[in-house]
């Protein structure tokens, strides 16, 4: 069965922090690709990264950072010198074969000032 | 481009009602999908479209029913609402039908049925 598991409901860290969201994934297909997306407190669902199941180079954009594991079927997600405006929930998402999208139930982020 | 729109922004009714929910998109995305999100059960898919005239059932679709005329719109109808419901709906859309592809999202209707 396919699943995305995020096991940290909320996590809360002092601003300039570094943090850690946690998502582990099960499939059984060799292609397949994994997301993460942002909902700030406004509500809108915005799109961070997409990484296919070929390439497991991590990936830095800026304060963000990725890690893709096969081995541990995790991809991991890292906020460096964490801000108040990172403060979100934050979805792990897969997509396989049957071209549909299944999050993870999300973890709430909020960086206290 | 004003991307991917939902309306109403809230909307409240009675056990037993109708309504429908409407999306549009103008990024003539093919890919267009609902999903409904709970506290502590993530996004759940309803239905999909891979084009206009094409729809399919997702995760959780009993209750609901969609159609795809156009490719721009994709409306969500509640056939008799229940209480459980209650929820906060978005719809979604992609460039096309593919594993790789990142959704836009609308910016939600938050549902309440009472």
């Known amino acids: 069965a396919q699943k995305v598991t995020q096991a940290q409901t909320e996590i809360s860290v002092v601003e300039k922090e570094d943090v850690t969201l946690d998502c582990v994934y099960e499939t059984r297909d060799t292609t397949y690709y994994l997301f993460w997306y942002k909902q700030p407190p406004s509500g809108e669902l915005v799109f961070l990264i997409r990484?296919?199941?070929?390439?497991?180079q991590n990936e830095i954009s800026g304060r963000y950072s990725w890690n893709f594991q096969k081995s541990t079927s995790s991809f991991n997600f890292t906020i460096t010198a964490s801000q108040v405006v990172d403060s979100a929930v934050y979805f792990c998402a897969l997509s396989f074969g049957n071209e549909k999208l299944t999050f993870g139930t999300g973890t709430r982020l909020t960086i206290i000032p | 481009n004003a991307g991917v729109t939902q309306t109403p922004k809230f909307q409240v009714l009675k056990t037993g009602q109708s309504m429908t929910l409407q999306c549009a998109q103008d990024m003539n995305h093919e890919y267009m999908s609902w999903y409904r999100q709970d506290p502590g059960m993530g996004l759940r898919l309803i239905h999909y479209?891979?084009?206009?005239?094409?729809?399919d059932q997702g995760e959780v679709p009993n209750g609901y029913n969609v159609s795809r005329s156009t490719t721009e719109d994709f409306p969500l109808r509640l056939l008799s609402a229940a209480p459980s419901q209650t929820s906060v709906y978005f719809c979604?859309?992609?460039?096309?039908?593919?594993?790789?592809?990142?959704?836009?999202f609308g910016p939600g209707t938050r549902l309440t049925v009472l």
């Open positions: 979604a859309s992609s460039r096309d039908r593919g594993l790789y592809n990142e959704q836009f």
């Open positions: 479209s891979v084009g206009a005239g094409i729809t």
């Open positions: 990484r296919n199941s070929f390439d497991e």
